[in-house]
């Protein structure tokens, strides 16, 4: 009995080392009323090579607004078909709504693929940006087992983490990331990789110390430019982060903001084959543009500004001053080619769980592989500027079940039952 109780004891021990902590993921959540919705980001990591196109589908938004919002080159022929690899980090473009009091994506359509489970689609296929309790709740699945398979076809609601905050930081534009803490970030690492302090990031999220736990979803503050259109536009209230870009008015402008300020700029887009006129009244400047006349006295500056899209019509404001000085060429953010290689940092997830077919986003998961096959790249977003942020609070998603735990408990009862023998 006492070699018995040596071993039950050394095996309890294991199981409490190989056991996953019952800790619950954390993900903050800003209460709502009404109707109204803002723009908002979503952080995802490729968990196997996908086409632009793919992704995009996978959460209802248009190939060319998710490449905008990562600066990268939007406009290039067959850039919708573009691979992205796996472990590359995107800011995926969201309507934050109000649903059941909360802020939350609820745009988000996905049919079960052969083989899928709520687990895989919460896990894999989204990331950890929604919990299989999320999905199943959602669908009104109260009895179904997040490992079972579901039914080939079957349409699913997913909810995506948001929040609005009014759009602002610290009374600035800003507009709000839903970043997954990954194994081995740190919350000084995230706040230093997005270039915010520790205190905004707790401040927002409403942390009591600057700890967070993988799984955890963070409210990241991001530095944006504002639009000031009026309500009737259909564009009102249109944000864009800093170093990034937007499409609006049917793909027909393009907006940008930075490098150097937080001024909204918008030009003419290429995109669409048939788009109004983009002068402005009563002079030959386009939008984006700007005439100078230089003079004793300064530069008389006129200037064409992009003021929303109403009724199909593209609204442009004229401009006329006096400057000390007349400008020069407008800075704009870089736009690069989409990446070919994912460089693993704070920012990037660990190697793919598994695969999807390679023409359809999320398709069926077949075994990893033995080992990565993602390159060392360098492609980094654009980093963002300091500001305080608001406070949120923080909502509990229950931990699934563990496999390796259940594997390991009977593992141990089977040896206890054959030294008892």
Sequence with gaps: ???????????????????????????????????????????????ADMKVSEVAALFATEPSALLAANALDFA???????????????????????ADGV????????AARPADTLATLADVVFAGLASADQIRNANGLADTDPDAPLDAGQPLVVPLP????????????????????????????IAAGYETTVTDVMNANAMGSPVAAPGDILAIPLPACASSFPKSAS?????????????????????????GNLNLYCTPASLSGSCPSTQCSNSNVLLGNASTHATS????????????????TIETLLNTGLQPKCPGPHQVPLLTDPPTTVNHDYSTSLPPLSAPAPAE??????????SSSVQGGSFTLPRMSPADGPAGSVSR????????????????LCLILHFHM
């Design 76 to 98: 290039a022929p067959g850039s919708a078909h573009r691979i992205l690899p796996a472990g590359l980090f995107l800011r995926v473009p969201a309507r934050c709504a109000c």
């Design 297 to 312: 006295a300064g530069c008389n500056v006129s200037s064409c500004s992009y003021g929303g899209f109403l009724n199909g």
């Design 397 to 412: 998603a229950q931990p699934l079940a563990s496999k390796p735990r259940q594997i390991l408990s009977g593992f141990i």
């Design 103 to 110: 802020r939350k994506s609820v745009s988000v359509r996905y």
């Design 1 to 47: 009995m006492m070699e018995l109780s040596g071993f039950v004891a050394a095996a309890v021990m294991v199981a409490a080392i190989v056991a996953p902590s019952p800790s619950e993921a954390k993900t903050t959540i800003e209460p709502c009323s009404g109707s109204d919705s803002c723009p908002a980001l979503l952080g995802y990591t490729l968990y």
């Design 162 to 189: 948001c929040v609005c905050f009014n759009s602002s930081d610290s009374n600035l534009p800003a507009l709000y990331l839903s970043y997954v803490v990954q194994v081995g970030d740190t919350v000084p690492a």
């Design 361 to 370: 986003a999320g398709g069926d998961m077949p075994e990893p592989p033995p």
């Design 235 to 259: 564009d009102h209230g249109l944000l864009v982060a800093n170093g990034t870009y937007a499409l609006t008015a049917g793909n027909c402008v393009q907006c940008s903001c930075g490098p």
